[in-house]
């Protein structure tokens, strides 16, 4: 028979429950005890969704408190010194790393978290020194819960990250050397370990994820495959059996990699269905397919006949018996339950599958496979029903949009003129001071904003009464940088929710939900509008609060809008059209909202992209050119419409240019304000390399933190940052948006930073 396989399962809970625990524990709100007794109830929850969905084979030590790779740091016994130095108990020293820890004399800061993959899911990096060692801990935390979860009755297949993704996913310690993958001889004994106390516990099979393989490797880490699963295929039945297992892209470029013998191999289908047939081609005699059929990063419901079909493929070639139908990925990057979203309209809803609804799904398939279509006949028509329903749905096909978008044509994403033309215009317009001084948009979102918007929510206010507490806002901001100096204002997004989120809501095509949660790191979750069909603007955005904003100032306004490819990138995307498409569609819809800002005076206009980055693919090559070509495309079109004389700006929270940085070039906009306080200052060499000609604005402080800098320290910045940058070129602003610090900081913040530019005037 085939079996049905899930790759990990959120952990959050159907109401954010882990979130509240992990956060009151924090808070001194709940004891260490009521916190584990509350993951323990999740998990065999969860255990029970999957069982109950009829499941074969359930994944267990996908649980985390904070996050997967952070345990398993703390099981091999990979703690840096400084956590471990105070005697912070265990979970302590767990969530030390995690957040840091500033209590009782302790003061360590977090580890680096970094983005999964192409996900929004962050995992904290192993941090490894010169002389590293490891140890397992004597109650690892994967048999722990084998054994909790087969106390329960469920016989689960243990999550482990691999070896060679584990020490590929890590870095070297402050001020060490250490190439971690030349740690992998140190590191394999520890392994040997866990499996071989993991096959005592009862485990049968363990899936052993390998992502990294899906990477362009180093020869270093793609060599080191061989050696780690030589070594556990030595142990023969010492240990479980090991599916290896990839997600979020191809392995065709790494098939040498993959050890011959290896019990399972698990590949993304979703992905990059192409690959099935080279794979099977290249695997072992006997070794099992693992099919990566239903998404594990999106919200879609499968479309089971495309899926069965799949299956089928590899079933042709290898027998029913050496293959496993499987979710693509872990399930973490998609929300909870369906069920909870009672204020979907039900057309939308239909078309959704979240983890519990695709724990179902699997399930059916298996058995589709196995006992044929018939077994599940309602199944596989309810599912052909939706399937025609959303594809046929006048929600999804918007004939003037794809009217609109054939008629795009090429000079439509060029400004009028080219930069030295339009910086002249700009500059009779604007009239700006030598290193102008602006901030990135958001003002801190007050404990009063947030009540104001929760009662209008719940309908307690009016709509009157909310617009006028928000003009009040914008002009007591404005009020502030008229204080502070600043050159270029901000309104301060008083009114803006979350920087997509606010945007979905005025788009159609867009649908939201109201539970439907995905872990983005440790206890933080996010909630990410879906695009469900062809988008467009019915109104303006942003204009009300702009031209607001510039009827009660003296100095020029900066509009704020999120980019077409931010908006795709935090969103879940449709799966139905090629992203470069939606992302089209969100730019003509953010290029009329520019033109409308304009015509409502609004003479400078950013249009952020902090998620331009993240979405570059894994590999470099044909793939990550045709993206960078559509979302420059996309910021082209979404800017261009304006004159020249209208200044456009673009924001990005890093600095780390190097890979792209001809795209980042090719983004023509008039200002780049940009992350710096943190990063090197040489990093802006590549502005000098290519003789960039436009105008920067690196971030002269962090604002993450509440520290102040001291004026100081902005001028030596502002000194470093001209050592590559020419005065004319230099903006002076923070890092990012400022709304998650508080007032106080702020100012104080500011008014150094308008010094220090003052500074540098008198200089110049
Ligand atoms: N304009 C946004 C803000 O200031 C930018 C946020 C971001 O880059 N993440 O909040
Ligand atoms: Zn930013």
Redesign the pocket.
């Known amino acids: 028979m085939v079996q049905s396989a899930i790759l990990g399962f959120p952990r959050m809970g159907v109401n954010r429950d882990l979130k509240k625990a992990t956060e009151a524990y924090w808070g001194g709100k709940l004891s260490q005890a009521e916190l584990l007794a509350e993951a323990k109830r999740l998990r065999l929850a969860h255990w029970k969704i999957q069982k109950d969905a009829g499941v074969d084979v359930i994944p267990s030590n996908d649980f985390a408190l904070y996050d997967q790779v952070l345990c398993h740091i703390q099981d091999f016994g990979a703690v840096p010194e400084r956590y471990t130095k105070d005697g912070l108990d265990t979970i302590d020293e767990y969530f030390a790393m995690g957040r840091g820890h500033q209590k009782e004399g302790v003061d360590v800061s977090s580890l680096e978290m970094v983005k999964w993959f192409d996900s929004n899911y962050h995992y904290v990096k192993p941090t490894l020194q010169d002389n590293q060692t490891f140890k397992l801990v004597d109650s690892p935390k994967a048999v722990v819960e084998f054994k909790e979860a087969k106390d329960a009755g469920i016989h689960t297949r243990p999550v482990l990250v691999g070896p060679v993704s584990f020490l590929h996913l890590g870095k070297a310690d402050r001020g060490q050397s250490v190439d971690p993958i030349d740690l992998l001889h140190k590191l394999l004994p520890v392994y040997e370990q866990l499996l071989v106390k993991l096959k005592e516990a009862g485990a049968d099979t363990v899936q052993i994820d390998e992502p990294v393989l899906v990477f362009d490797l180093p020869s270093k880490a793609k060599a080191a495959f061989k050696p780690a699963y030589e070594k556990f295929a030595s142990l023969g039945d010492k240990i479980p059996k090991l599916v290896f297992t990839t997600y979020f892209g191809d392995i065709v470029h790494n098939l040498d990699a993959v050890p011959k013998d290896v019990y399972g191999l698990h590949i993304d289908l979703v992905r990059n269905p192409e690959q099935l047939q080279t794979v099977i081609a290249a695997l072992g005699p006997k070794t099992i397919l693992s099919a990566g059929v239903v998404d594990g990063r999106n919200i879609w419901k499968t479309n089971l006949k495309r899926a069965i079909e799949t299956a089928e493929a590899a079933i042709q070639k290898l027998g029913k018996d050496r293959v496993i139908v499987a979710t693509s990925s872990s399930l973490l990057h998609t929300p909870h339950t369906l069920a909870s979203e009672k204020k979907l309209d039900p057309e939308v809803a239909d078309w959704f599958s979240f983890a519990s609804e695709k724990a179902v799904e699997i399930a059916v398939i298996a058995k589709a496979v196995t006992d044929g279509p018939a077994a599940v006949r309602e199944h596989l028509e309810a599912n052909a029903k939706s399937m025609q329903a959303r594809a046929t749905s006048t929600r999804t096909n918007n004939p003037q949009v794809k009217d609109r978008q054939s008629k795009v044509t090429e000079q439509d994403h060029n400004r009028k003129s080219e930069f030295p033309t339009r910086i002249d215009a700009q500059q009779k317009k604007l009239n700006l001071p030598l290193f102008p001084t602006t901030?990135?948009?958001?003002f801190p979102q007050t404990k009063d904003i947030r009540i104001q918007r929760n009662r209008f929510t719940k309908g307690e206010i009016t709509e009157e009464q909310y617009d006028k507490f928000i003009e009040q806002e914008i002009k007591d901001n404005v009020k502030i940088q008229e204080e502070l100096g600043l050159d270029v204002y901000v309104h301060g997004?008083p009114e803006r929710n979350d920087?997509v989120q606010y945007f979905g809501e005025r788009l159609d095509g867009y649908a939201f939900t109201t539970h439907a949660w995905v872990q983005s790191y440790g206890s933080r979750c996010v909630r990410p509008p879906i695009i469900v069909g062809d988008i467009s603007r019915p109104a303006p955005m942003t204009v009300k609060e702009s031209k607001y904003a510039v009827s009660v100032s003296n100095k020029p306004m900066k509009g704020?809008l999120?980019g077409p490819v931010t908006c795709l990138r935090w969103s879940f995307p449709r799966d139905d059209v090629h992203q470069s498409i939606q992302a089209q569609q969100l730019a003509l819809a953010l290029r009329d909202e520019v033109v409308d800002l304009e015509k409502a005076g609004v003479d400078v206009i950013?249009v952020?992209e902090?998620a331009l980055r993240e979405g570059l693919p894994l590999r470099s090559g044909k793939e990550r050119d045709a993206y960078l070509d559509w979302a420059v495309k996309a910021f082209k079109l979404s800017t261009s419409g304006v004159e020249d004389a209208t200044q456009i700006h673009s924001?990005?929270?890093y600095s780390e240019f190097q890979d792209f940085f001809h795209a980042i070039a090719a983004l023509d906009a008039d200002v780049l304000s940009i992350e710096n306080s943190k990063s090197d200052a040489k990093l802006l060499r590549v502005f000098v390399d290519s003789a960039y000609p436009r105008h920067i604005g690196p971030g002269v402080y962090d604002i993450h933190s509440p520290r102040v800098p001291s004026e100081q320290e902005i001028k030596d910045r502002i000194e470093e940052m001209l050592q590559f940058l020419k005065p004319e070129q230099l903006w002076i602003d923070p890092d990012?948006?400022?709304?998650t610090r508080q007032w106080k900081e702020t100012k104080e913040a500011l008014v150094n930073m308008v010094n220090a530019a003052k500074y540098f005037r008198t200089k110049y």
């Open positions: 901030t990135i948009g958001s997004e920087m704020m999120t950013q952020d902090p924001h990005f929270c990012c948006g400022l709304k």
